[in-house]
Each structure stands twice: as C-alpha cells, then as structure tokens.
C-alpha cells in the first residue's frame, strides 16, 4: 500500500481561500462606489427638505424675532430638527448597515462556502464619516436657511412673500409650439422654466437613482457574460484528466494508448503539467496556475490572444505568457521579468500577456521551462474534448481513462463553469438590494419635491 502524501496549503494557495478572497474583493469594489451615489442623493433631499421647511415657516420665523429671541436662538429651533433626523437616520442605517446587509450576503455565501458564524464588526471609521455627513448636509443646511431668512426684519418676514414676477419663457416666443400645447402643458411648461433649480434637483435625483439600478444590472450582466468568453472563446478544451505526480512512463503510454484507441470519442487531447505556484512581481504576489506543455497542444486547447487588438499572443520558448489581471497586480509588462516559486525559486521573462476573466494563468513550453528550471517535468494532467459534448460522451471517455493506473480523476469543464457562475451569483443579492433602496430613495424625492410643488401652487391650481 502506497503512503499517503501531506499537501500543506497556505491562504493564498488554498482554492477556497482564494475564491472567498475574490468574492471579498468584488464586494468592496461595489462598496466603495454605490454608497457614495446614495449618500449624494439622500443629501440632495435633505438640503431641499430643510430649505423648504425654513421657507414655509417664515412667518412664525417673523414672530419670534419681534417677541425679542435672538438670530441663534431661532435658527438652533431648525438646526436642532434637523441634527434630531440625520442622527435618528443615521442611527438606523449604520444599525443596518452592519447588521442586516453583512447577514445577507454572508448567507449567500454560505451556499458556496463552509464558513463559521458570521462576527459583527463596525467599522467605526465609516460610521463616523457618514454620521458626520449627514449631521453637515442637513444642519448645515437649516443654519443657512435661516440667516438668510432673519437678514429680514420681523415686519417683513411676517408679511407674505411677495411672489415673484412674471416673465415668459422661451417656448412662449416659438408660437408655432406654443400655440399647440393646452393649458396644462402650458402651466407645467412655466414651472419647469421658473423653477429651474427645483426642475434639475430633481433630474439630478431621478438620475441617480436610475444610475444605480443601471449600474447594478449592467455589472451582473458583465460578470456573467465573461464566463461565456472564458469557457467559449478562451478554453476549447471540454475535460481534464489528473494524473498522478507520480506516473511513470509506462503509464503514460497506456494511457496514450487508451486515448487513441478511444479516438471516435476523443478526437483530440494533449498532456500538460498545471500546478498551482507562487508569483512575486514589482508590486506584489499572487497564486496562479502554471500551464506547461507543447506550444501546439497549448495554443490548440487555450487562445493566446491580446485582448485590446485581438491579435495572436505567440508562445515561444524564449519567455512565459501571463494573464493580463496578474500581470497588472505584479506590476509587469512584456519584457519583465517575475520570481515564480515552485519547488525553488527561478526568474522568467514575460514574453507576451493574454487575455483572460478567471483565475491566474503562466503559461510555458515544455522547452522553456526545462530552460529556466534546469530538467523537464513529467505531464500530470490531460486536457481533451469529445466527439459529442453529452454527459453521456464524456461519463465514456472518463471511465476508460479511469481505468488506466495514474488517472486519478477526471473533471468536466462545463462543472468548473457551473461552480464559478455559483461563486458570483452572490451579486443577484446585492442587485435587489440596491435596485429595491434605488427605487425607495427615488420615490422619497420624487414625493417630496412633487410635495412642495403643489404646495407652492395650491392657488394657482384652484
């Protein structure tokens, strides 16, 4: 009986490690932009809010200065509110924010991952900042509003504002328009045009929200469709066999020989080494899978392409090719060299970078990397297609090679796709969760400036 082999796997060479690594770094990429939009728009109905409520409140502001209180005193009564509502708001969101979003998505994870109870941790920094913001946006705002109503004195304030005068607007001197549109287009025309800051708060507000929503479909559909280029345009090759590390060369030509026995049902297949190593670039290190093989075979089953031009990335025995992510996280170029650690440290040259979406890819020849690492090493895996792409073709061609001593396991590519679509599907929550406060947020401005509008013109519409 053989001794068992001990793998002993860092976090960085670990697979689940390393998937839960890049579903961290997608969430803090969306982190760090769909907050800000939001903020952006909640402080635009914050700022409108508290003006407006100042604005309406100008009379009782009046009475108050001729009864003796002071220009503080009845500005901290409107500054007081509004510091009550963004720290009572601010409360509630931090509460949710770091409790119920982090539940969400640490469940979905769940799903993929085996994890332990999820621990709650605020992120005080953060919180700070926000609360802060939104403390500014609002109180800020009621302290200005009501110095620029006190610079009035009581008399004035305590009469009604004189409205403003009346001057026609441009569609009103293109008669061939003007004459078309019916009274109430006429109406809505004018206030359009008189209340023109009012009119793009509003656009402003609107389009932040539909900029969310668009934003997050658009970033699903964009990490989704880049399995189908993956899988479709990068990688011809529809199954891997896994060999044993330490197949020896009868093996392998029974192997060979099985293969091409088989050769209705495997019309084409080539042995590579793939192993997972280490590289250290200018900037950085990073886990990868280092493909070796013939440049023929490699080229045959994987396109070696620039993803900018789309022209061919030829592999040759002169350098290494490096996927365009790790080479851009490395910090190197075509011409550079990197430290690749596998079983001992050795530089190579980086002849050319193609294009790819998942994980981290090295690719060899055969060649070179007996160039660089002094000795050749023997192939442990096989990569081939079937006649026929039907589980029912590649459960066949996967028993014969099962058969043979050295094969170890066989897996289907189409299963690898499966299981990376499953790692990002957590993005679907995190698209109903801001398509759902996108749409909640434009309904507050929408509501709230429609609100003052017709308040403002409760007259005119009698």
Request: contains cysteine.
């Amino acid at each position: 009986i053989d001794a068992g082999k001990w793998y002993l796997l860092g976090r960085d060479s670990n697979p689940g490690y390393a998937g839960y690594g890049m579903d961290a770094d997608r969430m803090s990429s969306l982190a760090s932009l769909f907050p800000l939009i939001f903020f952006l728009v909640a402080a635009l109905v914050c700022l409108t809010t508290m003006t407006r409520m100042v604005d309406e409140q100008r009379t009782q502001i009046g009475v108050l200065g001729a009864l003796g209180y002071g220009r503080f005193a009845i500005a901290s009564k409107y500054m007081g509110y509004g510091l009550i509502a963004s720290v009572g708001g601010s409360a509630v969101g931090i509460t949710a924010g770091c409790l119920g979003l982090p539940e969400v998505i640490y469940t979905a994870w769940q799903a993929l991952y085996t994890l332990p109870p999820l621990q709650f941790t605020a992120d005080w920094g953060s919180c700070l900042f926000a609360l802060s913001a939104a403390v500014f946006s609002t109180a800020v705002a009621s302290l200005a509003a009501s110095f620029a109503s006190l610079s009035s004195v009581p008399a004035t304030l305590m009469r009604p504002r004189a409205p403003r005068a009346g001057k026609r607007v441009f569609l009103e001197r293109v008669g061939f328009i003007w004459k078309r549109l019916s009274f109430t287009r006429k109406v809505t025309m004018r206030n359009l045009f008189r209340y023109r800051r009012r009119f793009f708060m509003t656009v402003l507000g609107i389009g932040g929200c539909t900029a969310l929503i668009v934003v997050a479909f658009g970033l699903r559909d964009s990490i989704f469709s880049i399995m189908d280029i993956q899988y479709d345009e990068l990688f011809h090759y529809r199954y891997e066999a896994v060999l044993d590390d330490g197949i020896t060369q009868d093996e392998l030509d029974t192997v060979s020989g099985v293969l091409e026995a088989e050769n209705s049902l495997v019309p084409d297949w080539a042995f590579m080494r793939m192993s997972s190593v280490t590289l250290e670039g200018a900037e950085g290190s990073l886990t990868a899978t280092l493909v070796v093989g013939d440049a023929a075979d490699i080229t045959r089953f994987i396109t070696l392409r620039d993803r900018g031009s789309g022209d061919t990335v030829t592999l040759t025995d002169k350098g290494a090719v490096l996927t365009e992510k790790a080479a851009e996280l490395l910090g190197v170029s075509v011409g550079d060299t990197l430290v690749l650690d596998d079983d001992g440290r050795v530089t190579v040259t980086v002849a050319g970078i193609t294009e790819n979406y998942t994980l981290h890819y090295l690719y060899m020849t055969d060649a070179y990397y007996a160039s660089v690492r002094g000795s050749a090493e023997t192939p442990n895996a096989v990569l081939f297609t079937c006649s026929e792409d039907t589980s029912e073709a590649g459960d066949a061609a996967s028993a014969a090679l099962l058969a043979c001593d050295g094969v170890t396991a066989v897996s289907r590519m189409d299963n690898i796709r499966t299981i990376m679509e499953e790692s990002v599907s957590v993005v679907d929550y995190v698209v109903v969760l801001i398509t759902l406060s996108a749409a909640a947020l434009a309904f507050v401005v929408l509501y709230n400036l429609t609100n003052i509008n017709i308040t403002e013109r409760e007259k005119e519409i009698a």
